[in-house]
């Protein structure tokens, strides 16, 4: 199976940067694909997707969200960070059955 | 608009089985995959597996073979799955999605094995 690692908790400041990374124990990009998305999960909801296959927006996902990488190492940016983005965020890869996700990584304010 | 509208929380006891529910309306889940993903207390999200609609294959994660069943009805356009054999382990939210990467989530229901 593939292991998507993410740190556990990251404190940064209103209107700040936040980088959250993810790293896979093997590639999960086939050619130029790289099969890593990014999810937002609020407590008491279900998760909210908000990056596909490494760098892509999805719909209606504010523009202060970003993602890049390639092959293992993944990054999720939120610049600036606001108070709304208190939440869990959650690297998935689809490269390979069976889908993993990382353990989730939570933004808090400092 | 796409909405995944899953059945009510659910209490088993330990040694039976329940069955999830989750109906898709605005789309046929026909052209699809469905998704099933768990999240127990204060942890984070493990997928159970998938199905085809359309023809009823499915995958299914390594430790979720004997413990899940994943099948649906194209007619009502409705996923299933059931857990077998509950133990208290099974005490989670369990959400079906639609699709991947998952665009779509239902809002999760809460099953709690309890004696």
């Known amino acids: 199976d593939i292991v998507l690692t993410q740190s556990p908790v990251l404190a940064v400041s209103l209107g700040q940067r936040a980088t959250i990374s993810c790293r896979a124990s093997?590639?999960?990009?086939?050619?130029?694909?790289?099969?890593m998305h990014w999810y937002q999960q609020k407590p008491g909801q279900q998760p909210k997707l908000l990056i596909y296959?490494?760098?892509n927006l999805a719909s209606g996902i504010p523009a202060r969200f970003s993602g890049s990488g390639s092959g293992t190492d993944f990054t999720l940016t939120i610049d600036p960070v606001q108070a709304d983005d208190i939440a869990a965020y959650y690297c998935?890869?689809?490269?390979?059955?069976?889908?993993?996700f990382g353990s989730g990584t939570k933004l808090e304010i400092k | 608009e796409v909405q995944l509208q899953q059945s009510g929380a659910e209490l088993g006891k330990p040694g039976t089985s329940v069955k999830l529910s989750c109906k898709v309306s605005g789309y046929n889940i026909r052209n699809t995959y469905m998704h099933w993903v768990n999240q127990r207390p204060g942890k984070g999200l493990e997928w159970i597996g998938r199905?085809?609609?359309?023809?009823?294959?499915?995958i299914y994660a390594e430790k979720f073979k004997s413990k899940a069943t994943l099948t649906a009805d194209t007619s009502s356009n409705t996923a299933y799955m059931q857990l077998s054999q509950l133990k208290s382990d099974d005490t989670a939210i369990y959400f079906c999605?639609?699709?991947?990467?998952?665009?779509?989530w239902g809002q999760g229901v809460m099953v709690t094995v309890s004696s």
């Open positions: 199905i085809d609609p359309a023809n009823g294959n499915t």
């Open positions: 999605a639609m699709s991947q990467p998952f665009d779509y």
């Open positions: 998935q890869q689809s490269r390979e059955s069976p889908l993993t």
């Open positions: 296959r490494a760098s």
């Open positions: 093997q590639s999960v990009s086939i050619s130029s694909i790289n099969l």
